[in-house]
Antibody, heavy 122, light 107 residues
Framework: EVQLVESGGGLVQPGGSLKISCAASGFSFSGSTMHWVRQASGKGLEWVGRIRIKRDNYATTYAASVAGRFTISRHDSKNTLYLQMNSLETEDTAVYYC?????????????WGQGTLVSVSS | DIVMTQSPDSLAVSLGERATINCKSSSNNENYVAWYQQKTGQPPKLLIYWATVRESGVPDRFSGSGSETDFTLTISSLQAEDVAVYFCQQYFGSPLTFGGGTKVEIK
């Protein structure tokens, strides 16, 4: 069974940093492109970014709203995905989901974690 | 960026009746469109991918149709457990983008 479990969310002050994690199991993590998607309370879904697999040099792509502030990384031997968030703004307050892309070049998100809440407030 | 415009924002349908949700893409996305269902307090769940392919385990009352820039999710006979917010998504171009969501309720 595919499982994605996020952790590390919490309260952080504006301008601060936070690193959240996603532990994966039940599938070939090293063979999967992984994404982060966020959702502010009562709002829609916003794609944050993705990281490809080793064969693609772990290439990353980000939404314009987080580019230069957020960094996605992965540790394949630990089956773990990370999101390092710097220079956090109140607008970054959201539940952050990690998701698995099915398919190599393009793919729908067939598995989602339960999410971890990041709150940015003074 | 490819903008996905979803309509309506909400709809109320009687049990057993049809619910139809539309999604219009600002450009041709080669049918790389998915639909997700999100119930309160839960993460989204994949229902439909590649515009028309039902995900394994999804009831056949859910169907996707459309092509190029206009896509539709249909629930043929609404059940109580279908109360949720539904999102469309394009995964053809970067950034990946979602529609604003449609809240489906029981009339």
């Amino acid at each position: 069974e595919v499982q994605l479990v996020e952790s590390g969310g919490g309260l952080v002050q504006p301008g601060g940093s936070l690193k959240i994690s996603c532990a994966a199991s039940g599938f070939s993590f090293s063979g999967s492109t992984m994404h982060w998607v966020r959702q502010a309370s009562g709002k829609g879904l916003e794609w944050v970014g993705r990281i490809r697999i080793k064969r693609d040099n772990y290439a990353t792509t980000y939404a314009a709203s987080v580019a230069g502030r957020f960094t996605i990384s992965r540790h394949d031997s630990k089956n773990t995905l990370y999101l390092q968030m710097n220079s956090l703004e109140t607008e970054d307050t959201a539940v952050y989901y990690c998701t698995r892309q099915r398919g190599y070049v393009r793919g729908e998100f067939d598995s989602w974690g339960q999410g971890t809440l990041v709150s940015v407030s003074s | 960026d490819i903008v996905m415009t979803q309509s309506p924002d909400s709809l109320a349908v009687s049990l057993g009746e049809r619910a139809t949700i539309n999604c219009k893409s600002s450009s041709n996305n080669e049918n790389y469109v998915a639909w997700y269902q999100q119930k309160t307090g839960q993460p989204p769940k994949l229902l439909i991918y590649w515009a028309t392919v039902r995900e394994s385990g999804v009831p056949d009352r859910f169907s996707g149709s459309g092509s190029e820039t206009d896509f539709t999710l249909t629930i043929s006979s609404l059940q109580a457990e279908d109360v949720a917010v539904y999102f469309c998504q394009q995964y053809f171009g970067s950034p990946l983008t979602f529609g604003g969501g449609t809240k489906v309720e029981i009339k």
